[in-house]
């Protein structure tokens, strides 16, 4: 609550009737040319002002922002609200409910342990695609949802009711961030304080990443670890720096053939070579104007996977229209309207704010596109997929996996990337230098299958095992979706059908887009092909595709083939998708149904037909393909205002299955302590109210050595669990079924399951061994330093009391929010990661659980340092902390131990310590935020 107002900028807006009090920003000089993003954190900081967290001093920093200085200044933005979807809040709300018995045990109020900034939760990650290509498809799945994850439906209904301003969206309902910019979002927020109406910009965090989607609305947001939502949701603001701002001009209008998803892969390429972690990226220009809201946010919603914190949009007609079209009332559309115009945040083209660096893109120049196989910034022009599918069959098709990260990550040429041949982009692909586009390809293995008995066929490597309309970053999108609906139509009109060994998914984003398919007739065609739908969530996108056939999973396996998934999400990590699927490309919805007609990847839409029609001719894509004209007479014709105030009008209230679930009352929790699904985590155990100074850490040995562009879903995997792992050992001895393992996201709220789950993924390579995939490491406890599961090394380090350290490459923790792969790691025993550059999020969750975060000096990696993981580490200068001070770099000196090989020098190096702002640091000397909060409230 404001106590200070330095700039006299209280005032009133009068919006019809109603009063609202608002915090100008224009009595404070210089904030004209701010970027619109700085503008809501200046409008932040004049309403949060109380001379102590945020100060006059703070908001003459903003309002004075020179766009080309490196940041320096630590504000403190306070969110309006928090999102969470369930495989993330879970976890929130156990330790939310651990605090309140923390509390109790220190002697204060567990009733203090309450949502203060409004929080909403979106059920939506739990639904697996386990039944497909049937009418009772989606019925059966939503049954398996309820089966599978009755006790943590439970817990979240207690929470619903022991929090105060809490809400939940049940399942089936659809995906957060599409619930978010349909329903939850105002982009004018209003709150009762002090007997008024107070009016402000709609600000939040999320506890996933792609909560950037609502920056397409123009509301800065963007996604936090849980630890860090647990934080905001407490009232504790989040600590920052002021951004550089990375301008981005639009001109120029999209040709016809191309989506919106083509444009998304194009931006998320050029700004992941132009370098934009930890930097906003606005939207501006003529071109703004003639951008759909729909494709503002499938392009903010893509933010994490060009690195960025954020990828504003402005505030304009377009904005109204669409908060109209999806039921918003007509007062808060006026609100909308009065308030941005008085605060300058309405789009003015004519007016070019400044910004840090500068970018531009002639929407005219962009092409049909995929991404893959494994990272989304790895566009590949659809015209080069097949010849670029060759090349990279080189590295999933051979025994030897290792080469799959012999490249390592290149850069483009100094000139605009786009147009560019993956070719021409060479090892920014991790490509071309270590497999030439002249290699020959791997040898096919044409392999028969007969499923339950039918008729048999022939799959080879390439072949599209999961076609999957799926992801909020497309399904949101209306344009995509019914040009995908059309190209069904046309695909059937002429006879085609998809692959039998394809699985055809659909997984709409809200119910909204069932609604606008069955009114243009267009579900009928979808499912013609089979496109019926699989559920209302993220399935494929976040790792619950479900398991393929079990004769074609076994024909995959049996015989080593590099099969594929084409999936319209944001994320194609590797081991994310599917266990049986190597390579994972990214495409359009329209791409999906092409992909699923062509049966494989190794297809030239050009030149390769799709197959014949009723009269024996050859179909290509072109002749199936829907003209942007019928594209937009649809969506006129079939969406509009009424289907959105209908499907959200009981958007709390979820079906009889949701009502009628048993839930446990009280402040409290009742742990079960049979249960595998929620658990009393350990972080508060034995903790004081006193402070255990912070120390150096001695003799550490290597848990992994890791390589560049190492996901949080490689640290902490989202998906199936394997028998053998020993998060799969757990559930066995726990008398759980394989069959009813869950996924690793689904049981997030078990922290047994997940430390044993931490860098167990699958396709992780961790370069202490040889060729060797999967969460495995060398012990060093044993004699001859044994291969073992990485879980099972760090309990052996943990009875000898020895500390542990990870090394790792560039891009260190990209991926997900995923508060997890942070405490896992901290779990596991791990003091600190040593790596070349961390992405935003992961760095900052890691301090948040109390690992230090070091950077290598500049231009320096593991490898050219000569660490090869066999020595023991200390890291020294720690204790300056305690100081209230932030040393620039901790001082690391690696001996060589028995287990080196011979001759093996010592190394030393000053590290950069990636504590950045004094409020993280105030976090790592707690031993973590949640300490911090805890010893905060009482």
Same mark, same amino acid.
């Given at each position: ?97 651990? $605090? ?151 001109? &120029? ?101 400044? !910004? ?228 994972? !490309? ?100 034995? $903790?004081? $109210? ?84 999967? &969460? !495995? ?35 260190? &923790? ?19 990661? %040593? ?93 973590? %935020? ?9």
């Amino acid at each position: 609550m404001s106590t200070v107002n330095s700039f006299g900028s209280k005032d009133t807006l009068t919006v019809g009737s109603t009063d609202y009090e608002v915090f100008r920003i224009d009595k404070v000089a210089g904030y004209e040319k701010l970027p619109f993003s700085l503008k809501v954190l200046l409008e932040n900081l004049l309403r949060t002002e109380d001379g102590k967290n945020v100060t006059e001093a703070h908001i003459r920093s903003l309002s004075s922002w020179v766009p080309s200085a490196e940041p320096d200044t630590e504000i403190q933005f306070t969110p309006a609200r928090v999102v969470m979807q369930d495989f993330t809040g879970v976890p929130c709300i156990v330790d939310l409910a651990t $605090m309140r018995e923390a509390v109790a045990e220190l002697g204060g109020d567990p009733t203090k342990i309450n949502p203060l900034a409004p929080a909403e939760l979106v059920i939506d990650h739990s639904v697996i695609a386990d039944l497909f290509g049937s009418a009772d498809a989606l019925e059966r799945n939503v049954e398996l949802e309820y089966e599978r994850n009755g006790e943590r439906y439970q817990f979240l209904r207690w929470g619903q009711s022991a929090f105060d301003d809490f809400k939940v969206v049940p399942p089936g309902t659809g995906i957060v961030h599409q619930v978010n910019i349909e329903h939850l979002a105002r982009v004018t927020y209003t709150r009762e304080v002090n007997g008024k109406t107070r009016a402000f910009p709609d600000t939040l965090v999320g506890t996933d990443s792609h909560t950037t989607m609502v920056n397409g609305l123009g509301v800065l947001g963007w996604g936090v670890g849980g630890i860090e939502a647990e934080a905001a949701m407490l009232g504790q603001p989040v600590s920052m720096l002021i951004p550089k701002v990375v301008g981005f001009k639009l001109s &120029g209008s999209i040709p016809a053939g191309v989506t919106a998803t083509d444009v998304v892969l194009t931006i998320t390429q050029m700004l992941r070579w132009h370098g934009v972690v930890g930097k906003f990226v606005e939207f501006y220009g003529e071109g703004v104007g003639a951008v759909p809201l729909a494709n503002r946010a499938t392009i903010g919603n893509m933010s994490p996977e060009f690195g960025s914190t954020a990828a504003m949009f402005p505030i304009d007609d377009v904005t109204l229209d669409y908060l109209r079209l999806t039921g918003r009332s007509e007062e808060q559309v006026n609100l909308v309207e009065a308030y941005s115009k008085l605060q300058s945040l309405w789009h003015d083209p004519s007016v070019e704010p400044n !910004y840090s660096e500068y970018l531009e893109l002639d929407l005219g120049t962009v092409v049909p596109s995929i991404a893959g196989p494994k990272r989304p910034q790895d566009r590949v022009e659809l015209t080069n997929a097949k010849s670029q599918f060759e090349i990279d069959l080189n590295n999933y098709a051979s025994t030897d996996h290792s080469k799959v990260d012999a490249a390592v990550e290149g850069t483009f040429p100094a000139s605009d990337p786009i147009g560019l041949t993956p070719q021409d982009e060479d090892s920014a692909h991790e490509r071309s230098h270590s497999h030439p586009s002249h290699a020959p390809s791997t040898a096919s293995k044409p392999t028969s299958v007969s499923v339950d008995g039918g008729d048999s066929f022939t799959i080879d490597h390439g072949a599209v095992a999961i076609a999957a309309i799926t992801s909020c970053t497309n399904t949101s999108n209306p344009s995509v979706m019914l040009a995908a609906g059309l190209l069904a139509r046309n695909a059937a009109a002429k006879g085609l059908k998809s692959k039998p060994w394809v699985k055809t998914t659909l997984a709409p984003g809200s119910k909204v887009v069932t609604d606008y398919y069955a009114k243009s007739g267009l579900d009928v065609s979808l499912e013609a092909l089979g496109f019926y739908t699989v559920g209302y969530g993220c399935t494929t996108c976040i790792g619950n595709s479900g398991p393929l056939e079990d004769e074609i999973s076994a024909a995959i396996n049996e015989n080593d083939l590099a099969v594929t998934a084409v999936l319209s999400g944001n994320r194609n990590f590797e081991g994310r998708i599917n266990p049986d699927v190597k390579m994972n !490309y990214l495409a359009s919805p329209p791409l999906v149904i092409a992909y699923a007609l062509a049966g494989s990847m190794n297809f030239d839409f050009g030149s390769d037909a799709l197959g014949q029609d009723q009269d024996g001719n050859d179909v290509f894509l072109k002749d199936i393909w829907p003209d942007a004209s019928e594209v937009q007479a649809t969506i006129d014709s079939s969406i509009d205002r009424d289907m959105f105030i209908h499907e959200y009008a009981g958007v709390f209230d979820g079906d009889e299955r949701w009502q009628n679930l048993s839930t446990p009352t009280g402040s409290t929790f009742e742990w079960d302590d049979e249960s595998t699904y929620v658990r009393k985590p350990p972080y508060f155990d034995g $903790m004081t $109210m006193e402070i255990t100074p912070v120390s150096s850490v001695t003799g550490a040995r290597v848990l992994a050595k890791l390589g560049d562009s190492v996901t949080t879903d490689h640290i902490s995997p989202a998906g199936s669990i394997k028998g053998d792992s020993p998060a799969g050992q757990y559930l066995t001895e726990h008398g759980i079924d394989r069959k009813d393992f869950n996924s690793y996201g689904s049981r997030r709220g078990n922290h047994e399951v997940m430390i044993r789950g931490t860098f167990a993924n699958i396709r992780l390579r961790n370069q202490l061994l040889d060729g060797v995939e999967g &969460g !495995y490491t060398r012990d060093f406890t044993t004699p001859d330093a044994e291969q073992s599961f990485i879980y099972d090394a760090a309990q052996n380090y943990a009875a000898q009391n020895t500390p542990l350290v990870v090394l790792g490459g560039k891009e260190y &923790g990209s991926g997900s929010s995923r508060d997890w792969a942070a405490k896992g790691t901290s779990l596991l025993g791990v003091k600190a990661v %040593i790596c070349e550059s961390f992405e935003r999020i992961h760095r900052s969750n890691l301090i948040g659980m109390g690992v230090l975060p070091l950077q290598f000096p500049e231009g320096q990696s593991w490898e050219s340092l000569g660490l090869d993981g066999t020595e023991s580490i200390s890291i020294s200068g720690v204790e300056e902390l305690n100081d209230d001070r932030i040393p620039g770099t901790l001082h690391v000196v690696a001996e060589p131990t028995a287990h080196s090989p011979a001759g093996k020098l010592t190394v030393e190096f000053d590290a950069k310590l990636r504590i950045d702002t004094p409020g993280e640091a105030d976090y790592y000397r707690n031993g973590g %935020i949640l300490q911090y909060v805890l010893r905060s409230l009482v």
